[in-house]
Each structure stands twice: as C-alpha cells, then as structure tokens.
C-alpha cells in the first residue's frame, strides 16, 4: 500500500500545474495546413515553370514544375500573404486564411514584365574579325581545336603584312616549324619545313604540302609543265594581296582532310576562294 501510494504521488507530482497548483492539459498543436497554385503566364494563358513561391516571413517556399504546378506544405493556421515572382515577370501575391489541416487551392497569372539589360560589347579572341568565308571553310574551328603547335594567319595580323608587302614568303618570315629558303634548282625562293632528313648523300631537303583554296599545289610550274616540288619561287603562287587567310601546320597534328605530310601542311586560302 505505501508503495503505490509513493508512486501515486511521483505521478501527480509530474503534471504540469497553473499558478493555483491545479494541474492543466498539454496544448495539442493544430495540424499544418498546404497550398497548391497553377500559374500561368497572364497573356499566353500557358503554364510556367520555375515560378517561386514563398509564405512570406515564414520561410518556407517551392518553384513550379513543368505544368505550372507549385505546391507548399507545413503552413501555419492562420493569415498568410503568398507571394509569385519569376525572371521577366510582374510579381504578384495573395491573402489567404489557411485553417487548421487545410487544403487550399489557387490560381496566379504573371504579367509579362521584361528586364532590361545593359548593353554588351563582344570581341572576338584576340581582336579577329571573323571573315564569313573563313568560316565555312573551317579555318576558326581549326584554329580553335587543332591546339598551339599550328599557326593561323588572318583579320588584322594579315592587314598589317599586306600593308607592307605583296610577297607571300613575308607572311611565313617568323612562323615556327616553316623557314624561306633559296630554291637550289631555279630561281626565287621555296617553303621549307624546320625539320630535316639525311640520305646517303647529305642532308635531305623537306619541303611542306602548299594547298591554295584547297587544291595540292604540288609547287606545280607550268613553264616546265610538270610538278616541281622544289623550283617553283612561292610567291608565284599567289600575291600575299589577295590571301584571306593561312594556317601552317609543321607537323602533326594536321587537318584529317588533307593528305599527311611529315615535312608539314600549308593551307592558303584567297579572296575569291569560294569560287574556285
């Protein structure tokens, strides 16, 4: 008997009492309420995806799905302002008196709104103007994929050679892997390749690939009528005036779409390349 008598007492001992010692209840917390909103743009009438959402100051908020859909549980009972904002868009809101446990749906339409933006000023790399028939040749994909063992020469580079001479060998003066040198066998001046191979005999001249607009070159010399890889003066080929653009290649890698060459690729494109 004394012991459940102690025990009776422990338990009202627990009991959460008021000020006149009268033990009271625990508060049962109200069960949560949610929302749902369907947004729209307000001049399409199509659902908008990426909308935010908020319960202000009750940090709580969602962005709509690909249907429009936004949906926001553990709300508060009580009176709530909900606010609808996305980029390029009017925000706008709405009072609503959530209940205990309850479900509420709605439906928001955002106003177009665009944000207006400061003015940009694009420079291509390195201060080139992209040459539109460059472009559909390929030289800027190349120059950007082929990596820094090739040279590209173009747009004001090409401007500042031309202004100062005609001759094609001045645009390969300084370009690694590629040298002028004095043609053995005639007269003028030939490409050269930095690298050098030895026979027998001595060392072995190596002389790149020259394409112009495409087409193997071969140094052909239609004075002998024959190809001549190592007569031709270079800048018979074409006046450095009317070029539009040069890649050296002076080993691999090189352009898949040109026949490999150990001594080095030399793509010269000119000014009326789209016709020839």
């Known amino acids: 008997m004394m012991r459940a008598l102690t025990l009776l007492i422990a338990m009202v001992w627990l009991l959460p009492a008021d000020s006149s010692g009268q033990a009271r209840p625990t508060p049962v917390k109200s069960p949560a309420a949610q929302v749902s909103v369907h947004v729209y743009d307000d001049s399409s009438g199509t659902p908008l995806a990426g909308a935010h959402l908020v319960v202000l100051g009750k940090n709580l908020g969602a962005y709509s799905d690909a249907n429009g859909l936004v949906?926001?549980?553990?709300?508060?009972?009580?009176?709530?302002?909900?606010?609808?904002?996305?980029?390029?868009?009017?925000?706008?809101?709405?009072?609503v008196e959530f209940d205990a446990g309850a479900v509420v749906e709605a439906e928001l339409r955002?106003?177009?709104?665009?944000?207006?933006?400061?003015?940009?000023?694009?420079?291509?790399?390195?201060?080139?103007?992209?040459?539109?028939?460059?472009?559909?040749?390929?030289f800027y994909d190349r120059q950007r994929y082929m990596g820094g063992g090739a040279t590209f020469i173009a747009g004001e580079r090409l401007e500042a050679l031309t202004r100062r001479?005609?001759?094609?060998?001045?645009?390969f003066q300084q370009?690694?892997?590629?040298?002028?040198?004095?043609?053995?066998?005639?007269?003028?001046?030939?490409?050269?390749?930095?690298?050098?191979?030895?026979?027998?005999?001595?060392?072995?001249?190596?002389?790149?690939?020259?394409?112009?607009?495409?087409?193997?070159?071969?140094?052909?010399?239609?004075e002998r009528g024959k190809a001549q890889t190592d007569n031709v003066d270079v800048n018979r080929l074409v006046s450095l005036q009317d070029v539009s653009g040069i890649?050296?290649?002076?080993?691999?890698?090189?352009?898949?779409?040109?026949?490999?060459?150990?001594c080095g690729i030399v793509l010269i494109w000119t000014r009326r390349g789209n016709s020839r």
Do not use: W
């Open 165 to 171: 001479s005609s001759r094609l060998t001045d645009a």
């Open 247 to 262: 890649e050296v290649y002076p080993g691999e890698p090189s352009p898949v779409e040109y026949e490999k060459n150990s």
């Open 71 to 95: 949906r926001i549980n553990g709300i508060p009972p009580g009176p709530h302002h909900l606010s609808l904002s996305m980029l390029g868009y009017a925000t706008t809101g709405i009072d």
């Open 175 to 222: 370009v690694a892997g590629i040298r002028v040198g004095r043609n053995p066998k005639g007269t003028g001046l030939v490409l050269l390749s930095s690298r050098r191979g030895f026979t027998e005999t001595g060392v072995l001249r190596c002389y790149p690939q020259v394409y112009v607009d495409g087409m193997n070159t071969r140094y052909f010399d239609p």
């Open 110 to 138: 955002l106003a177009p709104a665009p944000v207006p933006l400061p003015p940009l000023d694009v420079t291509a790399a390195g201060g080139l103007r992209r040459d539109p028939t460059l472009a559909q040749l390929g």
